[in-house]
C-alpha cells in the first residue's frame, strides 16, 4: 500500500509543477491573457478606423462635395462663382 501512495504522491506533484511552473502553466497562461486584451483593445482601435474609411471611400464613391473638400484643403481649389479670403493671423 505504500508504494500506491508514493506513486499518487509523485503523480499529484508532477500535475502540480507542470500547473505552476511549467512554461505552459499558470504564468503562461495570465501572459497570454493580457496580450490578448492589448491585441483586443488595438483591433478595436483598427476597427473605428477601418469603419471612418469606408465611410469616406462610401462617400467619395457617391458624392461629390467630398471630392470638392479634398480639392479645397488639400489643392487649394476655388470652385467658379467662389470668393477666396485670405486671412493672415500675427
Known sequence: MKWVSFVLLAALAYCQYHLWLSPDGWQNMTALEQQLQAQEARNLTLSVR??????????????TEAIAEIARVDLGYIAQGETFYRLVVQ
Open 50 to 63: 477601418n469603419t471612418a474609411l469606408a465611410a469616406e471611400v462610401t462617400d467619395l464613391a457617391e458624392g
